[in-house]
Nanobody, 124 residues
């Protein structure tokens, strides 16, 4: 699976952005998908995940503001980000876990394919 992330940009606090990740290959529908982010000078962290059966999770910092969804017909996973804050500034990565595990993981090592990252910058 090859992943292509897009949709990042420079926005003001309170604005919204919609990140998309398009996957190539035949295993998308059976893969768990995750979004991670790496803030400046910090380690990469899990943001949200959606499993092959639609189970989702969110890190506490984005609950109620971000929504992850997937469209298997379009091989796409979406991260809708509302009420953005300056602390959401980061490079955002999508990732795919094709191991067959039934639920998405918060752990980087569970994912075997990564997109190139898209920059999100939120100004105050």
């Amino acid at each position: 699976v090859q992943l292509q992330a897009s949709g990042g940009g420079l926005v003001q606090a309170g604005d919204s952005l919609r990140l998309s990740c398009v996957a190539s290959g035949r295993t998308f529908s059976s893969s768990n998908m995750g979004w991670f982010r790496q803030p400046p000078a910090k380690e990469r962290e899990s943001v949200a995940g959606i499993g092959r059966y639609g189970v989702t999770f969110y890190t506490d910092a984005v609950k109620g503001r971000f929504t992850i969804s997937r469209d298997n017909a379009k091989n796409t996973v979406i991260l809708q980000m509302n009420s953005l804050k300056p602390e959401d500034t980061a490079v955002y990565y999508c990732a795919a876990d094709s191991s067959g595990h039934p639920h998405p993981s918060r752990t980087e090592s569970s994912y075997d394919n990564w997109g190139q990252g898209t920059q999100v910058t939120v100004s105050s």
